[in-house]
């Protein structure tokens, strides 16, 4: 199968890469580097299936065009995002263009590939001109668990309530529409995942990057713990290795195509007990002015029964498991 992963440089690209790869499949990589860096796929490069990174934006139409043109990929894994929901707040035309404008890109090519630039549609059927060359493609979005409203105690399901509170969550509910669109008017193979608050070796450990990351590199580096507000909002964190394989299998199974599919772990935990697990009285837990409260969703659980029946997806590792694998990451890697 030959893949190509946007944003595969980033956190969960490089380890959808290391997935695919492992399976044994060519893949390219798609990244403006803007979030991701080539350190994150460095150890690809001896690997005869990794056929390189293309250092290009989704919003180039003229990039893409020739990519698809040049590559005729089976399968697109479609992870390039603006991802983080405080810069969209600040800066929400740069989230909308990256996150919904780049998504309808990408349909594009898959469905010009798949279908060709003359092809028509009449009634439910696609005709193609003859003289076109075609070649099939699906498209796996990775949306977000952002877009839902608060859960409940017996978790979001696919059917729970949307509610975007950011640009970000509005961003993503506006590309899910289109990639969903694109199956229904066109019978492009789509499917959108949800994965929910996903940690992990390789996510930056700065102000821009997840809150164990952060938490476990300043607990190392003897810092204090943040915690924006009171804390007591809770997040359903899944661990990077168990988020990869659900996102690799979902472009495996035709079974997914035109659905809505979560992946979680089924727990929760708030942000206060986080901090102790991680801190474990090694350093001074402080709660600080939340910068955009009118953002924050205070409770996120994952019902992933979907994922389990529809694809025999379940997580692997426990909290305790990942954040272990973690901060032995974080310590080889010396980040400060």
């Known amino acids: 199968m030959r893949a190509l992963v946007t944003g595969g440089a980033g956190f969960i690209g490089r380890w959808v890469v290391k997935y695919l790869l492992d399976d044994k499949h060519e893949v390219w990589v798609i990244d403006n580097l803007s979030n991701g860096s080539e350190k994150n796929i460095e150890e690809f490069r001896t690997n005869s299936l990794f056929k390189g990174l293309i250092k290009g934006d989704i919003k180039d139409k003229e990039v893409l065009s020739e990519l698809f043109n040049k590559c005729k990929f089976d399968i697109v894994y479609h992870l390039a995002a603006s991802i983080n929901v405080q810069d969209s707040i600040d800066d929400p035309e740069t989230t909308f263009y990256n ?25 439910d059927k ?15 979005f990775m949306s977000t668990c952002m877009v839902y409203d608060k859960a409940g105690e017996e978790g979001i399901d696919e059917f729970h309530p949307t509610k975007p509170v950011s640009p970000y969550g ?16 066109y019978k492009l193979p789509t499917v959108v995942i949800r994965p929910f608050n996903t940690y992990g070796p390789f996510q930056k450990t700065g102000g821009e990057g997840g809150v164990v990351s952060i938490f476990i590199n300043n607990m190392l580096n003897g810092k204090d713990l943040n915690i924006y507000g009171t804390g007591e909002q809770t997040r359903d964190l899944l661990y990077v290795k168990d988020c990869a394989r659900f996102v690799v299998i979902a472009g495996y199974n035709d079974k997914a195509n035109g659905e809505i599919i979560n992946a979680g772990t089924g727990r929760d935990i708030s942000i206060n007990e986080l901090a102790e697990l991680i801190s474990k009285g090694r350093v001074k ?19 992933y029964k979907k994922a389990k029946e529809l694809l025999g997806w379940e997580p692997k590792y426990s909290l305790e ?10 310590k080889s890697n010396n980040t400060k």
């Open 99 to 123: 996150d919904t404008i780049g998504t309808f890109n990408i349909l594009l090519q898959a469905k010009t590939q798949m279908f060709g630039k003359n092809a028509k549609m009449r009634g």
């Open 126 to 140: 696609c005709v193609n001109d003859k003289n076109e060359v075609t070649h099939p493609c699906k498209v796996v």
């Open 170 to 185: 509005g961003s993503k509910i506006a590309a899910e529409n289109m990639v969903l669109s694109f199956y229904h008017a």
């Open 285 to 303: 837990i402080n709660h600080i002015e939340h910068i955009h409260p009118q953002s924050e969703i205070i409770k996120l659980k994952c019902n």
């Open 321 to 330: 498991e990942g954040i272990k694998e973690t901060e032995e990451w974080i």
